[in-house]
């Protein structure tokens, strides 16, 4: 099992960047596929970013159109942490951010229900 703990949220204006940073304890960090979800008020979870494992040592990235080119995902399996640059900011990014993770791979990259582990959320709020 992993446990999550996002942090780095925060307001900032249009056009600006934030990094959320999600620490993982537990052992097989780098076992796990990881991914960014966030959901803004009145509307669903949603996928923004994702890490999938591919069985070795390196991981393939997927983004949500609506991020790509401006949100740059990344983690550290030595230090056990997975961020997400944003840098663009828009209004309509935001959200609670939650990090997620999954042992392996996940059915779906961009499903909610694919993955497991999820943490506490974090706060991004971008004003225009």
């Known amino acids: 099992q992993v446990q999550l703990v996002e942090s780095g949220g925060g307001l900032v204006q249009a056009g600006g960047s934030l990094r959320l940073s999600c620490a993982a304890s537990g052992q097989s960090f780098s076992l796990y596929s990881t991914a960014w979800f966030r959901q803004a008020p009145g509307k669903e979870r949603e996928f923004v970013a994702a890490l999938i494992w591919d069985g070795g040592v390196t991981y393939n990235t997927a983004y949500s159109d609506s991020v790509k080119g401006r949100f740059t995902i990344s983690r550290d399996n030595a230090k056990n942490t997975m961020s997400l640059r944003m840098n663009s900011l828009k209004p309509e990014d935001t959200a609670v951010y939650y990090c997620?993770?999954?042992?392996?791979?996940?059915?779906?990259?961009?499903?909610?229900?694919?993955?497991?582990?999820w943490g506490q959320g974090t706060q991004v709020t971008v004003s225009s």
């Open positions: 997620a993770a999954e042992w392996a791979r996940p059915t779906s990259t961009n499903g909610r229900a694919s993955y497991s582990y």
